[in-house]
């Protein structure tokens, strides 16, 4: 009968209380170590989000403002003013934007969504809120123009009417502008959507209106009835005015442009196809794609721009997106990279009755934002200085560092800048509009992504702003396939074989690893001189599991795993180095056997300043089963040892000497006392780890594994090694073989395999190895001093130890061993482990020991160099106090709690359940205010904190339900109260849990709006005012107010006003309604001032009219009368 065990019920149901502290020790600890730690310490707030906008959908320019605005197809809004100023939006419905429009000047912005819905946006507040908002009940929007100095938006719909809309009130005017009117009476078929509205720009009273059909009418809004109406037999995309007015370009969907003179309805002026082939017998040219837009603009000096998206013939087969600029007789085709969603021409006057002088124009493609320089020759694109280009690859991994080494943006700045591309445009760049906060933090943060092409770039994220400072290309180490053909059949993923799966980086020494897909780790030095490497260093590690009598698996039934014998401890190899003559063979059946999955390159490798390649180690086939993906990974520099570890096993390598020192399955690890006695026996009889289960690591093992599980047949493990093989690298593991898994299956399911059909046994043999950690510690309870340590964390919750036994630093750290041996099993957790630490007997956390950078290249004389290798840092002791009954306490997390455990006694002196119906993704101990703290990242969506060492919840705050293993793949915590995630393929989102960096928010943060003078509207001149010419002024308060229109049928559209506050509207009263109204009776309105002054103008002038109407009555009565008779 199995024995009931109430401990574990306990533990369960005390998920969410307090944590259970040990009797009597943890009680004496809590007393000697205070924690300064408090809840009011913590809250959770959005920071800044970085990158280019997911799935752009429209854009729109404040040309005084110079701020320029993107939607997004998910509802979101950016804006981006000059390099550090950037602020992000969200509507509440997340439908997509459609289109924007600025009040130019003013401040505000309105957005048109697909949910038939138009908001008006305060931007005089670093976070810009919703003052108004407007849904349609009964009409689709399809585009919208509000003119410059106007407060009344034109609607266009998918019905053919056209709406206007009071952007001061957010009210419906009862002017409405309806298709059957506005075309000819004899047409009995529907126009279509409206596609395009303006007003002429010398004419504010004349209104043309583009339908998809290919009808364009000039509507009279005075006398609400159309002037004229053109005609064509294809479908308009878009139209555009020249200046003057006398004339309009329509787009169309053959690819054609046709200029109308307005007078002129019967046929166009002039039709264009600029890229068709012009047949030689006169005939039409051969239609092309549709110009989705086209933009007319005037210059004074010399002929006008058209300027226009797509119209490339069809025969252009796998051409890529163009944008063509037509000026006089040259005609430029310039290329784009991605599909061109929408693009603006960018001019010096914000008035269309002018000459536009255009000067540079904003193309927003799908993935990247490009702006052109047309005043230049060959049109160069302005140098970006915004992060737009995170998403350049992938990112598949980040780690953030806030408080790093001061001199280590300088230094990767240096390197970085000599990467720069050239030929950009020596202006500039002309998006350049609000100011920079005036935050007072100043530490230095640096983000690392690692990207799917193998690249890993260095971002400098100080401030809240971001900046890359450095670029690294890993696949440079390795030979590439120049086609399909050539791609070696050893790659373990179909697609992006260098993608990068972890990093791991001591900033002291800037030494930096990682670890890619295709099983391989690549070690780099950082040095500012560029050196050649004849011969790329190599080791080979076959860490992999063999099994006698493989069979194919039968059936469906439960398998059961090899027995093993327990291997004593390994003695230290040293291997030399291996070179690219690998010792791979294939044998006579085609097996793979002792071959890596990459190819590192034979030839010399130049290597610039910046990171440079120290070694490389990959992990081998083995009997025609490819290696598995590595799960975890940490680096020494103090040690000079890097660590790697999979789902079969762990591999030590000495980065100094190039050797493997270490090579052990994880069972292995156990020695003796494996808990599992993982053998031969029906799984009814297997005991169950007193921690309970978990499931393996994301990414080692998958159901794919499991239905490759070995037969029930007796197994035994092959203790020979082929004399091919060096004696370092043995065979290891009960891993049933295992297809490949590419990075990106893992964001099709957040599942992690929790199935209730995989054994106990199954999870119990693939023990993954989960996480590392370099310290100076105690292995033993009888430990009497600190030794070098590796504390190895699993995914069935062991922790357990490696003991290092280091030779004397300086020279004979080249020479002699590094001693590794394990220690056993220290402690057990529920659940994976994700992250371990270290404190000293005050509740200090103990970084782990570090060697200064010095310079690699430096001559092999020199007096610094041999200076600094001779010194050998280790980490800051702990107190010697000899009171102190322990001298250490050893934080765990893993998925389902933390620990804090004692040394060198290895008792439990504080215990916490962080979660019984969801798993931990990420956990990090950090430092906040004067104090450390673990910090977890839930499944559930839940960011939660915990006090050191008493491990007492701080804060939970259910902050973002998982969608998708993108997020769970790349958020992490740092130090202060910082963290981030990929929120989408191409954004990052930043986060903070501290209070203090949330009260100073609002400081550092940007300010989009700053007060610009309106540039003077452009003199008519003497002849034109004269005789009548120029621009003509509408008053449309008196055609569109309700006492001139009347009201709107109030089921047509629903008001709601938005959550923006009263400060923000009294912000939008005295700039929107103040300035507009005084806009429109050209008085100076330098913002300001409220709209009361209208109204009280307004009185004046009526008491002044009443004043002179009873002096004028006074003059009548009294004009005939003597003086006498008064």
């Not at 002699?816 to 005050?842: E, H, N, W, Y």
Request: aromatic share 8%; charged share 20%; glycine share 8%.
């Amino acid at each position: 009968m199995k024995k009931f065990n109430i401990r574990k019920v306990l533990d369960g149901l005390t998920a969410v209380s307090s944590p259970s502290p040990s009797p009597q020790l943890g009680a004496k600890e809590n007393e000697l170590i205070p924690e300064t730690l408090q809840s009011e310490h913590f809250q959770l707030c959005k920071t800044v989000r970085h990158g280019f906008p997911y799935q752009p959908s429209s854009m729109a320019f404040d040309p005084v403002q110079k701020i320029l605005a993107i939607g997004t197809q998910n509802g979101a809004l950016r804006l981006f003013g000059r390099p550090g100023v950037e602020c992000y939006c969200q509507h509440e419905s997340g439908a997509a934007v459609i289109q924007l429009q600025f009040l130019i000047n003013e401040g505000a912005l309105v957005s048109a969504l697909a949910d038939d819905s138009i908001h008006l946006w305060n931007l005089r507040q670093k976070r810009p809120a919703v003052l108004h908002s407007l849904k349609f009940n009964k009409e689709r929007i399809t585009f919208c123009h509000l003119p410059f100095q106007s407060k009344w938006l034109y609607i266009g719909s998918e019905r053919g009417n056209i709406h206007i809309v009071n952007v001061e009130s957010f009210t419906l005017s009862g002017y409405t502008i309806m298709w059957n009117k506005a075309i000819e009476l004899s047409s009995k078929a529907h126009p279509g959507p409206v596609v395009h509205i303006s007003d002429n720009p010398m004419d504010e009273g004349k209104l043309i209106i583009g339908f998809e059909s290919g009808i364009v009418v000039l509507w009279d809004l005075k006398s609400k009835r159309a002037d004229y109406r053109y005609t064509y037999d294809e479908a308009i995309h878009s139209v555009a005015w020249h200046h003057e007015g006398k004339q309009f370009i329509c787009s169309h969907s053959d690819g054609t442009l046709t200029i109308w003179n307005i007078k002129s309805p019967a046929k166009p002026a002039q039709t264009i196809t600029p890229h068709g082939k012009q047949p030689k017998d006169g005939k039409k040219p051969e239609p092309c794609k549709p110009i989705l837009k086209v933009e007319y603009k005037t210059t004074r000096a010399g002929d006008p721009f058209m300027i226009f998206s797509g119209g490339l013939s069809y025969d252009t087969v796998g051409r890529r997106p163009c944008l063509t600029v037509m000026h006089g007789k040259s005609t430029a085709v310039l290329e784009m990279d991605y599909p061109i969603v929408d693009f603006l021409t960018l001019c010096e006057t914000p008035y269309s009755n002018d000459f536009q002088e255009p000067y540079a124009v904003v193309v927003l493609l799908e993935k990247d934002l490009v702006v052109i320089d047309l005043a230049q020759n060959g049109y160069p694109i302005f140098e970006n200085p915004y992060p737009m280009m995170i998403h350049e690859s992938p990112v598949t991994c980040c780690e953030y560092l806030a408080d790093c080494p001061v001199d280590l943006i300088p230094a990767l700045y240096s390197v970085g800048s000599r990467q720069k591309r050239q030929g950009y445009s020596k202006k500039e760049w002309p998006i350049s509009g609000g100011n920079w906060g005036l935050g007072t933090q100043s530490y230095p943060e640096i983000i690392i992504t690692g990207h799917a092409d193998g690249s890993v770039k260095f971002w400098d994220a100080s401030a809240i702003m971001l900046q890359v400072l450095y670029k690294l290309k890993t696949a440079k180490v390795f030979e590439k396939a120049r086609c399909k053909e050539e791609k070696p059949n050893t790659e373990i993923v179909d697609e992006d074989p260098f993608a990068i799966q972890l990093m791991s980086w001591c900033p002291e020494s800037r030494m930096l690893c990682v670890a890619g897909v295709s099983a391989h780790v690549i070690i780099y030095r950082f040095s500012k001189q560029e050196i050649t490497t004849e011969v790329v260093q190599l080791l080979e590690v076959r860490l992999q599991y063999e099994l006698n009598d493989l069979e194919s698996p039968e059936g469906g039934g439960d398998q059961t795993p090899a027995p093993l014998t327990p291997s004593t401890s390994p003695s230290p190899q040293t291997a030399a180095p291996q070179t690219h003559t690998s010792t791979s063979s294939n044998s006579s059946d085609g097996i793979r056997d002792n071959i890596p999955c990459l190819k590192v390159r034979s030839s010399p490798l130049k290597q610039s300043p910046g990171y440079q390649v120290e070694l490389v180690v990959q992990l081998l086939w083995v009997s025609g089963e490819p290696p598995q993906q590595i799960s975890s990974l940490a680096i020494n520099s103090s040690y000079g040892l890097v660590v790697f570890g999979n789902s079969n096993g762990l591999a030590v390598v000495d980065y100094l000497q190039k050797t493997v020192l270490l090579n052990l399955g994880t069972v292995e690890l156990y020695g003796s006392n494996d808990p599992y006695q993982r053998q031969l026996r029906s799984p009814r009889k297997s005991r169950q780890p007193s921690g309970g289960l978990c499931d393996i690591n994301e990414g080692s093992a998958t159901s794919e594994d499991r239905c490759k599980s070995p037969t029930s047949a007796k197994m035994s493990r092959k203790l020979s090694l082929p004399t091919e093989l060096k004696p370092d690298l043995g065979k290891l593991s009960v891993c049933p073989p295992r297809g490949s898994i590419p990075l990106d299956n893992r964001d099709n399911s957040f599942s992690r395999s929790r199935s209730s059909s995989v054994t106990s046994i199954d999870k119990e043999a693939r023990e993954a190895v989960t996480s590392f950690y370099f310290c100076e510690t105690y292995n033993r309870k009888a430990d009497g001093g600190l030794t070098p340590s590796l504390w190895v964390g699993t995914s069935l919750g062991t922790v357990l130890a490696i003991s290092l036994n280091m030779p004397p630093a300086g020279e004979q750290r080249l020479l002699q061993p590094v001693i590794v041996s394990p220690c056993g099993t220290l402690v057990r957790l529920k659940g994976s482990i994700l992250r371990m630490a270290f404190l000293d007997s005050t509740g200090s956390l103990l970084p782990s020991a570090f060697e200064p950078w010095y310079e690699p290249n430096a001559p092999a004389n020199g007096e610094e160099r041999d200076k600094v290798r001779k010194r050998r840092p280790v980490s800051v002791s702990p107190s010697t106090s000899q009171e102190m009954n322990e001298n250490q306490y050893a934080v765990l997390c893993s998925e389902k709690q933390a620990k804090v455990i004692s040394l060198p006694s290895q008792t439990c002196v504080f215990k916490h359940n962080i979660t019984e119906t969801s798993f931990v993704l990420r956990a990090d101990v950090v430092q906040i205010n004067t104090g450390i703290c673990v910090a977890c990242f839930c499944a559930n969506g839940h960011i939660m904190t915990l006090s050191l060492p008493g491990l007492r919840p701080l804060l939970d705050v259910n902050y973002l339900p998982l969608t998708d293993m993108r997020i769970a793949r790349t958020f992490c915590f740092t130090n202060l109260g910082q963290a981030l995630y990929l929120t989408s393929p191409t954004e990052i989102q930043r986060i903070t849990y501290s209070q203090e960096v949330c009260e100073n928010l609002q400081e550092m943060l940007g300010e989009l709006f700053t007060p610009v003078e309106t540039p003077e509207a452009p003199n008519r001149g003497f002849f034109k005012g004269l005789f009548g010419g120029g621009a003509q002024s509408l008053d449309r308060e008196e055609l569109f107010g309700e006492s001139g229109a009347g009201k709107a049928p109030r089921s047509l559209a629903q008001h709601i006003p938005g959550p923006g506050g009263i400060e923000g509207m009294k912000g939008a009263a005295s700039g929107i309604v103040g300035d507009l109204a005084r806009a429109r009776i050209a008085l100076d309105e330098r913002g300001q001032k409220l709209s009361e002054v209208e109204e009280r103008t307004a009185a004046m002038m009526a008491s002044a009219d009443t004043f002179s109407k009873h002096a004028h009555e006074m003059m009548l009565k009294c004009k005939d009368k003597k003086w006498y008779q008064f």
